[in-house]
Each structure stands twice: as structure tokens, then as C-alpha cells.
């Protein structure tokens, strides 16, 4: 492999991670939560009016990357489809900004349109890595996807001011929000930001030569080979296979606790210190925008490049069984330490880290067990699953936390984390038939 071609390959996932730091906006939503609920404020929603709004963004993510996305690409390249989707996604939140008040306006311009941009943009930087880095599967997908995590951590501080607990890193400024900005205002300034530093980071999303492997890599041989990517399925034949169904059913629990905990934290977290915990109103939300913006966010991040690395080792059965394990755990513990400060850190970097997990081991899994080439096409239909977490998570915890009973969003939640647990150790590769 020449230099050039070195060089290629890492600005590829220089340009992922760029692209995918906007994309993980979307996790950023707990930052406007709490003013969009206020009694004192202008909007006056709902818990679960905010909760669809992000859980019609979700699913509008994963609908568009499989309806739209997947095929596009394959067709186009992923450069441009990239590009189509900052602007779609900027065009959203600016959408979302100019409709002030309105339900309505912020459900279709961030909800829909900003998730069917997320929905174009997403698949493009993993399809992209995949080809580049047939060698580091489960590492590269983890960097690609990063970035989706490590998002929600910028768009959140930069409303309150990059404090973390007793630390501040930008004294005398109290983020957006602190400046006088409203939501509104937010919504435009990211709209702009984000279709401008995708389409910079699109300029990145281009395909190895037709045939180009990595320097000194040789394809898998024998039992390997079975799970190396090199069969590459269409997606009839993958959603034919049990494999399939399993990865689907397994993420979807994975991505319902997770998005649960994403789009509800502030709400429970506030509601469960000054309740059971004693600390005053002021504190809590400053407790829990750390929790999110630095604990989740950032373990988040994380544990798609430490979940992939492990995996490329451990297996991706393994792996996958060990996060939903631990996730169950988690889930079901939250609630119990979430009335105190270090419980609520404790519990939404775990929760964040086995999240972000998935985002590195399912991809990878499809991969292998369906086609490297293919998994531009087949990972949007396994990520279809995460579109189903995102409608049923959010909104049970809106619902339960509108109901005052937080403790049936988070135990049931865990529950399922166990069975999904239970149905990944049957994960083996699959052998293809022909149609």
C-alpha cells in the first residue's frame, strides 16, 4: 500500500469522526428538556410531548438509513449522500428554531427532518470505514461512531458553560443560555453549524479501489473465513436467517434502555434528588446536566472504541452478551443510587458506556456475518432496531415519569437487558442460501 493511500485511509476516519460529531446532536436533547417543560417558560410540554418529539427523531433516523440511505450510497457514494444529509438535518433544526413555541413545528423540523438527515449522514462514515479497515473491524467502527457520543457532550455545554462539578473550564461564561439565548435561537445556530461541518467532513467519505486491501492483510482461511465479511448477503437473504433476528432483538433492547436513560435523565435526575435526595431545584439540574453532558457523553464515546478493540478480541457473541449483561445490571440499579449525585454520575457513565457499545459490536457483527462490502445495505435494515428502542424507550420513560412511578421505566428495562443478554449466546455465523 503506498503512502498515499495511508493517508487516504486516515482521513477517511478523520472525516467520520467530524461528521459523526454533529450527527450525535441528537443525544444532546436533555439540554433543552428542562426549558421546554418549564411552568415559567414559553413552551409549557409535556415529559412525553418532549419525548416524542425526540423519539419520532430516532425512528426517523432509522427508517430514512434504510429506506434511503443504504441503497443511495451504494449507488452514489457516500460523499454525497453525506452532504444531503447535514443539510437536511441543519435545514431541520432551523426549522425547529423559527417555529418558536410550537409543538408541532419543533416535532417536524427536529423530530423529522432532523432525523432523517441523521438517518443519511450515519451509515455513510461506517460503510466507508468498513472497506477501508477490513483488518480492524470492530476498532474502526468504534472511532467511526465516536464521535456520534462524544456530539452530545459539545452541543450540551455549549448551552450551560463547560462546568464540571467543581471544575470550570470556561469561567465568567455560562454557555447560550447564560448569553441570553433561547432554545429557539439554539436550534438555528446548530442548524447552520451542523449542515457546514458535515458537508466539510463528507469531503472525506470516498471508496477504496475496487478490490484494494491493506498492506500485508490476507484474507481469513477456513473456520475464520466464516465470519470474516467476505460472503456478502443481499438483504433478503440476511433478514432470512435467525442471525438476523437475534442482532435485531438484541439491539433493540440494547437502544431502548439506552435512548430511555438519554431522553429522560434530566427529567428523572431532577425529580429524584429533590424527591428522595434533599438536594435544592438549582443543584439538580446542575448535577444532571453533568451527568449527561460529561459522565454520558463521554462514556458514551468511549466505549464504542473500547467495546469495538475488545470485541475484535473477545468475539462479537461475547462481547454483546458481557454489555447486556452489564446493562441489566445497570439499568435496574439506576434508579435505586439515581436520588444521589455520585449515583446518578456512577450510573449514567455505565449505562453510556454499554449504550455506546452497541454502536461499535452490532455493525461490526453484520459485517462479519452478512458482507464487509455490504454492509453499507444490510446494517441500516439491523439498525431498523434501534428506530423501535427509540419509539418505545423515550416514551416509556416520558409516560412513567408523567405518572410519577420512574421505577417501571427503569426495572422493566433491565429485565429485557437480561433475556437480550440470553439470545446473543446463540449468535454463530450463518451459512448463505441461495434465494
Same mark, same amino acid.
Given at each position: ?12 476516519? /478523520? ?87 410550537? !409543538? ?128 456478502? !448477503? ?16 438484541? /439491539? ?83 434508579? !435505586? ?24 459490536? /452490532? ?6 456475518? !452478512? ?65
Amino acid at each position: 500500500m503506498s503512502e498515499k493511500k495511508t493517508m487516504n485511509r486516515n482521513f477517511v476516519v /478523520f472525516g467520520a469522526i467530524l461528521i459523526q460529531l454533529c450527527l450525535g446532536a441528537i443525544y444532546a436533547w436533555s439540554a433543552f428538556t428542562g426549558k421546554l417543560t418549564a411552568a415559567d417558560g414559553a413552551f409549557h410540554l409535556s415529559k412525553t410531548q418532549t419525548q416524542i418529539i425526540f423519539s419520532l427523531g430516532l425512528a426517523s433516523f432509522a427508517v430514512v438509513m434504510a429506506l434511503i440511505a443504504g441503497k443511495w450510497q451504494a449507488k452514489v457514494g457516500p460523499r454525497v449522500v453525506a452532504i444531503t444529509g447535514g443539510i437536511v438535518m441543519g435545514l431541520g433544526y432551523v426549522i425547529g428554531g423559527l417555529s418558536g413555541s410550537n !409543538f408541532w413545528g419543533i416535532l417536524i423540523g427536529v423530530g423529522l427532518l432532523g432525523g432523517a438527515g441523521i438517518g443519511l449522514g450515519y451509515v455513510c462514515p461506517i460503510a466507508t470505514c468498513v472497506k477501508w479497515f477490513p483488518d480492524k473491524k470492530g476498532l474502526i467502527t468504534g472511532l467511526a461512531v465516536a464521535g456520534f457520543g462524544f456530539g452530545a457532550l459539545i452541543w450540551i455545554k455549549l448551552t450551560s458553560g463547560f462546568v464540571f462539578g467543581p471544575v470550570d473550564l470556561s469561567p465568567g461564561w455560562k454557555g447560550l443560555y447564560g448569553a441570553g439565548w433561547t432554545v429557539s435561537n439554539v436550534f438555528i445556530l446548530y442548524g447552520v453549524l451542523f449542515a457546514v461541518l458535515v458537508g466539510l467532513g463528507s469531503i472525506a467519505m470516498v471508496n477504496p479501489p475496487e478490490g484494494w486491501k491493506p498492506k500485508g492483510w490476507t484474507l481469513p482461511t477456513g473456520t475464520a473465513a466464516s465470519s470474516s465479511g467476505e460472503k456478502s !448477503f443481499t438483504v433478503s437473504q440476511m433478514v432470512r436467517t435467525k442471525q438476523y433476528w437475534s442482532l435485531f432483538i438484541t /439491539f433493540m433492547v440494547g437502544a431502548t434502555a439506552g435512548l430511555m436513560v438519554i431522553g429522560v435523565i434530566g427529567l428523572f435526575g431532577k425529580d429524584a434528588l429533590t424527591t428522595r435526595g434533599g438536594i435544592d431545584a438549582t443543584n439538580a439540574i446542575v448535577i444532571t446536566g453533568t451527568a449527561m453532558g460529561l459522565f454520558y457523553a463521554l462514556m458514551n464515546g468511549l466505549g464504542r472504541i473500547i467495546w469495538g478493540s475488545l470485541s475484535d478480541k473477545l468475539g462479537r457473541k461475547n462481547s454483546i452478551v458481557i454489555m447486556s449483561l452489564l446493562q441489566g445490571v445497570m439499568m435496574i440499579v439506576f434508579y !435505586f443510587i439515581g436520588s444521589m449525585e455520585w449515583g446518578l454520575y456512577l450510573g449514567a457513565a455505565i449505562i453510556g458506556f454499554n449504550f455506546g457499545g452497541n454502536f461499535a459490536l /452490532f455493525p461490526a457483527a453484520t459485517a462479519d456475518f !452478512f458482507g464487509n462490502k455490504s454492509v453499507g445495505t444490510n446494517y441500516p435494515w439491523v439498525f431498523m432496531a434501534y428506530g423501535v428502542g427509540g419509539i418505545v424507550g423515550p416514551i416509556l420513560g416520558g409516560a412513567m415519569g408523567d405518572a410519577k412511578v420512574w421505577m417501571w421505566a427503569f426495572i422493566p428495562a433491565g429485565i429485557a437487558c437480561f433475556i437480550a443478554a440470553a439470545i446473543a449466546m446463540s449468535l454463530k455465523p450463518p451459512k448463505m442460501k441461495v434465494a
